[in-house]
Every structure is written in structure tokens, then in C-alpha cells.
């Protein structure tokens, strides 16, 4: 008698499923570093677009005005808002990849796809004193809500 029955043991299927496992286990955690890492690096982008937007509205306001300084809304100093800004919206970012500016607490915010937030502080310097041609103290460094 011949021995035709094709197909896997039970056996066979179950390394199968524990080697799929054990893969699985260990790409997830790599995976969510990657996105976490690519959403840090797209936020200093958009950081750093917004400190070169500044400068160059700080020195249009130095030609046009005579003084250098920033705008009360550090978005404001941008040609294109980044996407995912709301500017009707003055509170922390509470949707995914959402970018407000907060007036009240003076901080720029952005909620990451994980719902976590990380705002950055904002200080326009003072523009009010005339014989103070001081453009903005800066943005400040990144900080876990």
C-alpha cells in the first residue's frame, strides 16, 4: 500500500506558529521605535521651520520697521502652516498630528499618532520697548506631556 496523504503534521504547524511568534515579537517592538523615531524627527523639522521662519520675519520686520521682531503666534512667522496646524484652535493639540499654539501657556504643542503630547515653549521677547530692538528669547527645547 502506498502513502498518499500530502499536508503538514500538527506537529509541523505548531514550530510554524511558534517561529511566527517569536518573529512577530521582535519586529513589533523594532517597528514602534522606527514610527516613534520618525515622528521625533518630523516635529524637529517642523521646529526648525519654525525658527527659520522667525528670523526671516524678524529681519522683514528690521527693514520694514526698523525693529527685529517676532509675532505674538510663532506660526505666523511661516509661508506654510504645517499640516495638521489649526488656527481657530488655542488650546494643547488633543487630535493625532495635531500642531496648535497654546497663547495662554505660551507653548507650541503637537499630539503624536500614540496620543502622546510634546510641547515646546515660545517667548517672542519684548517688541513693546522702542529702544529695545530684541528679537524673541527662542523655542524651547521638547518636552513630554
Not at 28 to 52: F, H, L
Amino acid at each position: 500500500m502506498k502513502n498518499t496523504n500530502k499536508g503538514f503534521t500538527l506537529i509541523e504547524l505548531i514550530m510554524v506558529t511558534i517561529i511566527l511568534g517569536i518573529l512577530a515579537a521582535v519586529a513589533v517592538p523594532r517597528y514602534m521605535t522606527s514610527v516613534a523615531s520618525a515622528e521625533a524627527a518630523a516635529e524637529d523639522a517642523v521646529i526648525a521651520s519654525i525658527n527659520a521662519g522667525l528670523e526671516s520675519h524678524a529681519t522683514d520686520m528690521l527693514i520694514s520697521t526698523g525693529r527685529a521682531y517676532w509675532p505674538s503666534n510663532p506660526f505666523d512667522a511661516l509661508k506654510t502652516a504645517p499640516s495638521g496646524y489649526d488656527d481657530t484652535d488655542s488650546d494643547n493639540a488633543d487630535s493625532d498630528g495635531e500642531w496648535t499654539y497654546n497663547g495662554t501657556d505660551l507653548k507650541i504643542t503637537h499630539q503624536r499618532q500614540d496620543n502622546s503630547i510634546h510641547t515646546w515653549t515660545y517667548a517672542k521677547g519684548t517688541n513693546d520697548d522702542p529702544d529695545n530692538n530684541a528679537v524673541g528669547a527662542g523655542i524651547g527645547p521638547r518636552v513630554s506631556l
